[in-house]
């Protein structure tokens, strides 16, 4: 089975900052796109940032020039630098891979969610 364990989530002031991993673990043929998303309370799930496997990133805008999607394949591991924080940052952070696997089917896998919170 393929996991992905998450961490680097906490509460941390305005302005501040936090750096989230996600490690991806398990029958690994491959990881292709890897991506973070955030999930506010009474809000839908929506994409941060995506890193394909050759390097190539996108942003939504309202992150563009504050968070930083990386990844060390070495690791098997996708990270998010995220700095100067918002309130409106608050948000369940969710990382999510293309992964194949040793087996028939590329599939997508998610992570358990790392709690933001970000106070004013």
Known sequence: QVQLVESGGGLVQAGGS???SCAASGSIFSINAM????????????????????????????????????????KNT???????LKPEDTA???????????????SDYWGQGTQ????S
């Not at 933001?116 to 106070?119: A, D, I």
């Open 18 to 20: 936090l750096r989230l």
């Open 35 to 74: 991506r973070w998303y955030r999930q506010a309370p009474g809000k839908q799930r929506e994409l941060v940032a995506s890193i394909t496997s050759g390097g190539s990133t996108n942003y939504a805008d309202s992150m563009k020039g504050r968070f930083t999607i990386s990844r060390d394949n070495a």
């Open 78 to 84: 996708v990270y998010l630098q995220m700095n100067s």
């Open 92 to 106: 369940v952070y969710y990382c999510n891979a293309d992964i194949t696997p040793w087996g028939p089917a590329v």
């Open 116 to 119: 933001v919170t970000v106070s």
